[in-house]
């Protein structure tokens, strides 16, 4: 019996010795805590679902016992999503006790405009060309569309390959006015309204600013596109 004993203590003891200490296992959740603190404020104005993928932090068995506050310092140039290094620095009152050094991984979901096929060079984008699907932030770094309106409309600038999310740098506005064309110039404020004959010295589409000359005048400024025919001036 006193064999049998001896053996299932044995057997016992490694699972013991592996387990982590109480106090151990609360200051993981306490600097755990800090950190997630620490990541949503980072990423308030991302609109994204934020989880921490992974945590890990060497050191915390050498904190001292009593109350810690954490401060938590990440890359300058880290925006709260992705793999970064950091450092936990430990206080208790106003003493560094420990600067403990980790790393974490962030997943910040958001909705992304996708493609639904491919989408070839020169092509303006229709509704049924696009959708919105759930993904994570850092495979895009942080360059993606959230608005199928901001989408549809637009130019393809080069092929965009299905269930990819858009860029915004992969869309141009298509041109509603041409380099050369004959455009009405409509310079208007509160108590007038005139119209002149002009030409397009730069082409654009709906809401760009670009150069236009009055053809009587010859003289250059700046106008806003407002249709395929008409700009206008504030003065």
């Not at 603190?37 to 945590?55: D, H, N, P, S």
């Not at 810690?68 to 936990?88: F, K, S």
Request: contains cysteine.
């Amino acid at each position: 019996m006193s064999r049998i004993l001896f053996i299932i203590i044995m057997l016992l003891l490694p699972i013991v010795s592996e387990a982590q200490p109480p106090a151990t296992q609360t200051r993981d959740a306490e600097i755990r805590a800090a950190v997630e603190t620490y990541v949503r404020q980072k990423t308030a104005g991302l609109g994204c679902e934020i989880r921490i993928k992974r945590l890990s932090i060497s050191g915390v068995s050498a904190l001292p016992e009593g109350r810690l506050e954490y401060e938590i310092v990440a890359p300058q140039q880290w925006e709260g999503w992705g793999n970064t290094g950091l450092a936990v620095i430990a206080r208790q009152g106003d003493r560094v006790v420990r600067n403990i050094s980790g790393r974490v991984e962030v997943e910040a979901l958001a909705d992304m405009v996708i493609a639904v096929h491919q989408i070839d060079h020169g092509s303006t984008l229709t509704v049924g060309d696009v959708a919105l699907k759930k993904l994570d932030v850092s495979g895009t770094q942080g360059r993606y569309l959230g608005d199928i309106n901001d989408v549809v409309g637009k130019k393809a600038r080069s092929t965009i390959r299905p269930n990819t999310p858009i860029k915004p740098d992969q869309l141009e506005k298509v041109a509603l006015i041409k380099t050369g064309q004959l455009i009405t110039i409509v310079a208007e404020n509160d108590r007038m309204r005139v119209t002149i004959t002009g030409k397009a010295k730069s082409a654009g589409g709906e809401g760009d600013t670009i150069t236009v000359q009055n053809m009587n005048s010859l003289k250059e400024f700046p106008a806003r596109i407002v249709d395929a025919n008409t700009v206008m001036v504030a003065f």
